[in-house]
C-alpha cells in the first residue's frame, strides 16, 4: 500500500481514463529516439519526423517577421521606438496595443476577456471575412483555442433531473481535445463518423443516426464541427455547412465550429467558409462559438498562446456567467493578445511592411500547399495505403491496409495492430505519426506534413 | 421563454452560482467610473485607485529591463543578437532558452510541463533558497499560479463510494481564486479562520475544529495555506508552519503552499521560509504541492502568465496522470516561461546586466515596503478602522467597525453592509477595494497596496 495521500485510486477517475494521443507513448517514444539518436545511438534513420502535431516553428518555419517585430516591440517599447531600422507601422501598433494596456504594459491583466481594441479588431476582421455584422463584446480572447473550448464545454456540463450527462455531438475522426475533455469533465460523447467516400465530408444521415442512438445516454447540447478538417485535412463545402446548420436547428444544438485551420486551403475551387457566414446567408440564428489561434495558418505561433473565441447569439445571461467563469483565470497571455492582433489586422497596402508581410506569409503557404500534394501523391502511391485529397490544414488521415501477419504479429506481443504499427513505423523510420485508428478492419493514422521536407 | 438552446437553467449550476470577487461587480462599477470620467463626469475624485487586485504594472511600476530585454529578445532573436546596446549576458540567456525551443523558436510548442531548461533552473533555485535537493522533473510550467491550482484540484476531485466531494480546506480571508476553483468543481470547502489578533497566524486548534466539522460532509484531502498571506498581508513563522505540516500529516492531507509572495516581505526580523524547508528541516515527508508566479515579487509580470508549481514526494503514477492531465491545454505560454527563468535566474555578481537589475528589484521593493508602511499607519490612524501590520505580500484587510446608521442604510436598500461600504467607498472615493466580507458583526476588505503612491 502507498503511504501517499493522494493515490490513483483517490484521483479524478475521468482525469485517469482520459486519453490523449497527440502527447501520448508514441510522441514519448519519439523524444526517447531523439534523445538516442543524440547519443550517438545507430537507428535505421538519422532524423525523427514529428508528424503528431502540426508544429510548424518546431518544424524550421521561419516566423513572420511583422508579427515578431511587434510582439518583441510591445515587451520592450523604448528600444523598439528609438530603433530606426523598425518600420513606422510596426511602432504604431506597438503604440496603439500598449494604449489599450494597463500602465501601457503587457505586465498587466488585461480584462478576462481580452484588450478592448484586439477584441475590436477581431471583430472587424470577422465583418471583412463573412460580411455579417461581428460585435467585440462576444469576442473572447483565449490562451490558444484549447482554453475555449475546455471553458465552454465546462460550461455546458451539467446533469438533467434524470442523472443524463450532457452530449457533445464530435466527430471521428477528430482532434483529441474534444475527446479528452469530454472525459475529463464526465460528459458523454456522441461519436459521428465522417464519410471517408466523400472526402471525409459529414453526412446528415450519419448525424441523426449518431444524435438517435444516444437518446437515454445524455441530453444533447452540442455539435462540434472541425473545417478545414484535422486530423482529415477535408475542406467542407458551403452546402454541406448549410445542411449541417439546418440539422443543429432542428435538433437544438449549440454549434462550435473549430475553423482555426481558416487561412490552410489547398484544393483549387476549395474556399474557406465560416459557420457565421452561412448562417446569415440562409437567414438562421443559431448559437454558435467559433473558435480561431495564432497557432496554426502561416503563423505558426503555438508557444504564445493566443486564440479567440466568438459567441453568436448566446442568451445574455449564459454570456455574462461565461464572462465571469473564465475570471477565475485572469486573462489570456497578453503576448498572444497581441499576436492575434496581428492576424486579425496584418499591414495594409501602403503600410511599410505590406511587401515583406505578405510574401512572407505567400511563401510559407505555398510551401505548405507544396507539402499537402507531396502527401497526397506519395500516400497513394504506396502499397495498401490510401488517403484522401488534402484539400485543407495541414494532416493526412490514410487508410492502411494491414497484411494478416503484420495483424498476428500485433496479438502476439498482445497489442493493438493499430498501436503496432505506429509503433513500427517510428522504430524502423523515425516517422512519428499519432491518433492511429481502427475501424471497419482498416487502420488509419494522422499524419501532419506541415513536418515535411521537399527538398 | 428563451429561444435559446443554451439557457440560464440547462447550464453548469456550479458555475452559475461561483463568486470571483476579485473581478465582481464593484471593480465593473469601477470601470464604469473611469469612464465617466473620462467623459468629464464630476465626482468626488479625479482618479480611481483600483485595490482589488495586485496589478504592479497597472499602477506605473516600471518593468525589471532584464527580464523585459530577454523577453523581447527571444521573440526577434536576430535583432537582439545584432543590438550593440545588449549586454551579453542577456544575449547568451536569450541563446541559451531558444536552444532548448523547438525550431529555436518561442513560437513552437513546449512539453506540457515546459522547457526542460527552465525545469531546471526552477529546481536550482529552490536549492538553493532552501538547501534542500528539488528535483526538476517534479517541476511543471503553468500559465500563472492560476492554472497549476486548478489542474491540481481538478485532478484530486473525485467523490467517496458514499458519494460525498472531495473537501480542500481554505483559510477565511483567501484569495477568490480557490474558493472560486471549488465552487466551479463542485468540490466542498472547509473554511479555516485565520486568528486575526494573532496577526492572521494558523491556529491549530482552529484548523482540527474546521476539519472535525466537515466530518460526514466531504473526504477532506489537502490544505491550501498562503504564505505570505493574500489578503492578509501576514508571514508565517518557521514554527507555524511546522505545526501546520504536522497537522497535514496527522490528517493524511496533502498541502498546497501558494508561496507567490515569497520576495515579498516588508516586516524588520521576518523572513520567508517555504513549506519544503520546514517539511524537510522537520524531516517530515508529506506530498507538496507549491506554486510561484512571475506576476507579484518585484517583477510584477501579471501579463505574460508565467508560473511554477513543484510536485513534492508525489506517487509517480498520481505525477504521471497528472502530466497527461496537462497535456490537453499543450503547454503554458512560451514568454511566460522564459519570464519564469529570468525569476529563478537572475544575473550573477560580475554578469553586465547584473548592477542594474539588482538595483531596480532593490528600489521596487523598497517603494511596495514604503507602501506597506504607508497603509499600516494610515488605517490606524483612521477612526473605527484596525489592521494588522502588512508584514509581507501586497495587501491589507483592515477591519471596519460600521455605525448602526450605516448598517441600516444598507438595509434600507437591500444591500448587505459589507457590501454597502465597499460600494460608498468606491463611489465617493474613487478606491475600488474589494472581497468584502462579514465576521462577528465586523466588516472586512481587501486592499491591495501597490495601488498607493507616497508622492
Not at 517599447?77 to 523598425?86: C, F, H, K, S
Not at 482529415?232 to 454549434?255: P, W
Not at 490552410?264 to 440562409?282: C, E, G, L, T
Not at 456567467?321 to 503576448?335: D, E, G, N, V, Y
Request: aromatic letters at 10%; glycine letters at 6%; hydrophobic letters at 40%.
Amino acid at each position: 500500500m502507498s503511504s501517499n495521500v493522494i493515490s490513483l485510486d483517490s484521483i479524478n477517475e475521468n482525469i485517469v481514463k482520459m486519453e490523449y494521443a497527440v502527447r501520448g507513448p508514441i510522441p514519448a517514444r519519439a523524444v526517447e529516439l531523439i534523445g538516442e539518436l543524440k547519443s550517438g545511438a545507430k537507428k535505421p534513420f538519422n532524423e525523427v519526423i514529428r508528424a503528431n502535431i502540426g508544429d510548424c516553428h518546431m518544424m524550421g518555419e521561419r516566423p513572420n517577421t511583422f508579427i515578431r517585430q511587434v510582439l518583441s516591440g510591445c515587451l520592450n517599447p523604448e528600444a523598439a521606438y528609438n530603433d530606426p531600422n523598425l518600420a513606422d507601422d510596426v511602432k504604431e501598433r506597438i503604440r496603439l496595443l500598449l494604449s489599450y494596456c494597463g500602465g501601457r504594459s503587457v505586465g498587466s491583466y488585461s480584462d478576462s476577456a481580452g484588450i478592448e481594441i484586439v477584441r475590436r479588431h477581431v471583430a472587424e476582421y470577422i465583418e471583412e471575412r463573412d460580411g455579417f455584422p461581428s460585435n467585440w463584446r462576444n469576442i473572447v480572447l483565449t490562451s490558444g483555442a484549447s482554453e475555449g473550448v475546455k471553458c465552454l464545454f465546462a460550461l455546458l456540463n451539467s446533469k438533467s433531473s434524470e442523472g443524463l450527462p450532457t452530449g457533445i455531438m464530435v466527430p471521428i475522426p477528430q482532434y483529441p481535445l474534444y475527446s479528452a475533455t469530454i472525459s475529463e469533465l464526465g460528459m458523454y460523447q456522441i461519436s459521428y463518423y465522417l464519410n471517408e467516400t466523400n472526402e471525409w465530408a459529414l453526412d446528415i444521415n450519419e448525424l441523426e443516426r449518431a444524435l438517435r442512438e444516444s437518446t437515454s445516454k445524455c441530453i444533447p447540447k452540442a455539435i462540434v464541427v472541425i473545417n478545414p478538417g484535422n486530423p482529415t485535412g477535408s475542406v467542407l463545402t458551403q452546402e454541406n455547412i448549410a445542411q449541417i446548420i439546418k440539422f443543429a436547428r432542428e435538433n437544438n444544438l449549440l454549434i462550435v465550429a473549430d475553423e482555426v485551420y481558416q487561412h490552410n486551403i489547398w484544393k483549387k475551387d476549395a474556399s474557406f467558409f465560416s459557420f457565421k457566414r452561412v448562417m446569415n446567408q440562409i437567414g438562421v440564428k443559431l448559437e454558435l462559438a467559433s473558435l480561431m489561434s495564432a497557432s496554426k495558418g502561416y503563423m505558426g505561433e503555438c508557444g504564445v498562446r493566443g486564440g479567440y473565441m466568438e459567441l453568436d447569439n448566446f442568451d445574455d445571461q449564459v454570456k455574462a456567467i461565461f464572462m465571469k467563469q473564465i475570471s477565475a483565470r485572469l486573462c489570456s497571455p497578453l503576448i498572444g493578445q497581441c499576436a492575434i492582433d496581428c492576424v486579425v489586422r496584418p499591414p495594409k497596402e501602403g503600410d511599410p511592411s505590406y511587401e515583406q508581410y505578405w510574401n512572407e506569409r505567400k511563401q510559407v503557404l505555398a510551401s505548405l500547399k507544396d507539402r499537402a500534394e507531396l502527401t497526397n501523391h506519395t500516400l497513394n502511391a504506396l502499397p495498401g495505403i490510401k488517403s484522401n485529397y488534402v484539400a485543407g490544414a495541414m494532416y493526412a488521415f490514410p487508410c492502411i491496409e494491414l497484411p494478416p501477419k503484420a495483424i498476428a504479429a500485433a496479438k502476439a506481443i498482445g497489442q493493438e495492430p493499430d498501436f503496432f504499427y505506429v509503433k513500427q513505423l517510428l522504430e524502423e523510420t523515425g516517422i512519428c505519426g499519432t491518433w492511429f485508428w481502427i475501424w471497419s478492419n482498416s487502420w488509419y493514422f494522422s499524419f501532419s506534413h506541415d513536418n515535411l521536407t521537399t527538398t
